[in-house]
């Protein structure tokens, strides 16, 4: 189990270029999430998957587009890079509560995490 | 708003010790609250999970609490060594939602 892989490691954009970080998982999750992490801020959750064609927003959306296309991939694309997308992305998968049924995130594994570097 | 806070300032204690870190929460109703460690340069992992009903959990060293008439989540890691050290995060989980939204985290430093 190769658990929750991310490519790039480390990336450097010129702004108003576009990219997308890569994000695959082995373990069978339908629930995966993408977060970045700023000093200070903590993690904030980007976008979100809770199945292979469903995506939604999470608190900081904006500049970013999701797809889920198979369970094991969620890329991110960032579509026209701005220096306030400097950041750490990490993706994430979860496993389901199989006590309840109903809830979606039990327990996240993430990834190493890519560090964006916007010029 | 949702607000989650842990407390910014690091957490410095010597080893041995009880190191104590709190997850105050408010306008929020969650299903459940979890725990995570993160290293320098590496992802979280998770830790533990604890539910609206349940007041204590217990792993290892690792206990956690659950107040919600408090609105707060207290993690304790009892006779802590100098491993321990890293940042601590909280996350919750809410009814009616399927996002998992995090704080800010506390660094814990355990000196030998």
């Known amino acids: 189990n190769a658990g929750v892989t991310q490519t790039p490691k480390f990336q450097v954009l010129k702004t108003g270029q576009s990219m997308t970080l890569q994000c695959a998982q082995d373990m069978n999750h339908e629930y995966m999430s993408w977060y970045r992490q700023d000093p200070g801020m903590g993690l904030r959750l980007i976008h979100y998957s809770v199945g292979a064609g469903i995506t939604d927003q999470g608190e900081v ?14 890329p991110l694309r960032l579509l026209s890079a701005a ?14 509560d199989g006590a309840t049924g109903r809830l979606r995130i039990y327990e996240q594994y993430f990834g190493p995490g890519t560090r964006l570097t916007v010029t | 708003s949702q607000k989650i806070e842990q407390n910014s300032e690091a957490l410095n204690i010597q080893e041995g010790k009880t190191a104590t870190l709190t997850c105050n929460y408010t306008n929020y109703s ?11 340069g590496r992802g979280p992992v998770f830790l ?5 009903n349940e007041k204590e959990k217990r792993k290892e060293r690792l206990k956690v609490t659950f107040d919600t008439t408090l609105k707060q989540s207290l993690f304790h890691i009892t006779a802590s060594q100098p491993a321990d050290s890293a940042t601590y995060l909280c996350a919750l989980f809410g009814y009616n939602t399927d996002k998992l939204i995090f704080g800010t985290g506390t660094r814990l430093q355990v000196f030998p």
Do not use: H, M
């Open chain 1, 61 to 74: 959306p904006n500049g970013y587009n999701v797809s889920r296309s198979t369970t094991e991939d969620f």
């Open chain 2, 48 to 52: 533990l999970l604890i539910r609206e």
């Open chain 2, 30 to 40: 969650p299903a459940y609250l979890q725990w995570y460690r993160q290293d320098p």
């Open chain 1, 83 to 96: 220096p306030s997308q400097t950041s750490v992305y990490f993706c994430a998968s979860s496993t389901e």
